[in-house]
């Protein structure tokens, strides 16, 4: 349930939850307040985009967005802010998939 929920959910919500749990008391003020305008823009430039929608190509094209507006170190800095987020979030996918096998034990002599 868990999975389909995250799935389902708004890429821009799941940032902010990120940036809440991740963030919030662990760095400055200012830096995250850049954060916080990163969310703006990012509920802005797609605000339907849902976690199960977001692929290289869109994330591409998300980006390619912002930089239609924005200086390009600008643009390097928003995806520096978003990048944890989704590296954070795929290798959760990832390993959700994970299949984990158990070692198959070998009984040994035992000396005594």
């Given amino acids: 349930m ?4 995250r799935t ?7 940032f902010s939850e990120w940036v809440e749990l991740y963030k919030v008391g662990a760095i400055r003020d ?5 954060y916080y305008i990163a969310e703006q823009r990012l509920a802005e430039l797609a605000p339907g985009l ?3 929608h977001l ?3 869109r994330y591409q094209q ?6 239609l507006t924005h200086e390009r170190q600008t643009t390097m800095d928003f995806h520096h802010q978003l990048k ?7 290798q959760k996918i990832q390993h959700e998939k ?3 096998k158990e070692k198959h034990h070998v009984l040994k002599n035992q000396n005594f």
């Fill in 2 to 5: 868990v999975k389909r929920k």
């Fill in 8 to 14: 389902e959910q708004l890429f821009h919500e799941y």
């Fill in 30 to 34: 200012i830096s995250l307040q850049k």
């Fill in 50 to 52: 849902k976690v199960k």
């Fill in 55 to 57: 692929d290289r190509q």
């Fill in 62 to 67: 998300l980006l390619n967005d912002y930089a």
């Fill in 84 to 90: 944890g987020a989704i590296l954070d979030l795929f």
């Fill in 98 to 100: 994970l299949s984990l």
